[in-house]
């Protein structure tokens, strides 16, 4: 009889002896994939600007297999700060074996909603700076290939000795956006087109770090419940997102936000499938499907 029990689910996604760190890990998608994570066996480290929050997130949600260790005091759009989590990681770990470059901002809002151009150039020119512009593309592209570019040695680290058949085993996961694919502007221009941005460098980075033997891929989320679309948490680091509020939006085929389980479905399979490569993996519900992209 043929042999089965390899292919059972807690062995195919296992992080039993791993280590990953996600960025921007205190609340939001962040902080989903950081529990999926450490709820399969990993040490998880969650690093951004905000102690409490970081400090909350892990208290809230320590789960009974892995860890979640707080790292705060991290902007991960400086390299100062970034050598210095490094640092910090690099005296209690040998490697790490999973980054997800996941902190972001949402950036400036300005509906093309004028048909008269002079209008429409009004509205744009006084709802949007450059300054806002160039915080959102620093921080949701320019820091995501920084932090992966930092973490490159100890990643590498991870990789078995030649001869064990094993080339990948260690993997990088971005997280960008529907927004990046989409054609609809949605409001936010700076954002989307950071996205977009983002969706490229993935591939970019795919590419070039192969030789390195670092795995390259991102996630592409919906609508799914964090700060950045809800504006608030409670006080366990989640946010609430009311499906009747994604169903309004009248393009949402599943006429809800996404679920801390189907995030952590995602990222699970790209953190432990190393015969995947450069490639981005879209959550949205089936978005996509209705709006061009």
């Known amino acids: ?18 280590v990953a760190v996600v960025t921007g890990g205190g609340s939001g998608i962040g902080l989903m994939t950081a529990q999926a994570l450490s709820a399969n066996g990993a040490k998880v480290y969650i690093v951004g600007r905000n102690t409490e929050k970081l400090e909350t997130a892990s208290k809230e949600h320590e789960p ?3 860890e979640i260790i707080p790292i705060g005091n991290i902007d991960v759009t400086k390299k100062a700060d970034l050598e210095k989590v490094v640092k910090q990681i690099e005296e209690k770990e040998q490697c790490i074996h999973l980054l997800v470059a996941n902190a972001g901002i949402g950036g400036p809002k300005a509906e093309p909603d004028k048909e008269d151009a002079g209008e429409l150039k009004d509205k744009l020119w006084e709802a949007e700076s450059v300054e806002e ?5 620093s921080t949701d592209v320019t820091s995501v290939y920084f932090t992966t570019v930092a973490f490159l040695p100890l990643l590498q680290a991870a990789i078995k000795p030649k001869g064990s058949g094993e080339k990948f085993s260690s993997s990088v996961i971005t997280t960008s956006s529907m927004s990046g694919i989409m054609r609809h502007a949605q409001g936010h221009f700076a954002y989307n087109a950071a996205k977009g941005a983002t969706v490229h460098l993935t591939k970019l980075m795919s590419a070039e770090f192969m030789k390195a033997g670092v795995r390259v ?3 592409a989320p919906g609508y799914f419940p964090s700060e950045m ?14 499906a009747e509020k994604v169903a309004d939006k ?7 936000g996404g679920r801390d389980e189907e995030m952590s479905r995602a990222m699970l399979m790209l953190a432990t499938n190393t015969y995947v490569n450069g490639q981005i993996l879209v959550v949205d519900g089936g978005v996509l499907n209705t709006i061009s992209s």
């Open 1 to 18: 009889m043929a042999e089965t029990h390899h292919l059972q689910a807690s062995k195919l996604f296992s992080m039993n002896g791993k």
């Open 64 to 66: 009974d297999q892995g």
């Open 133 to 137: 512009w160039n915080e959102t593309y």
């Open 217 to 219: 891929n991102s996630v």
């Open 229 to 242: 679309t809800t504006k608030t948490s409670d006080d366990r680091q989640k946010s609430d997102l009311p």
């Open 250 to 256: 009248g393009h949402v085929p599943q006429m809800r």
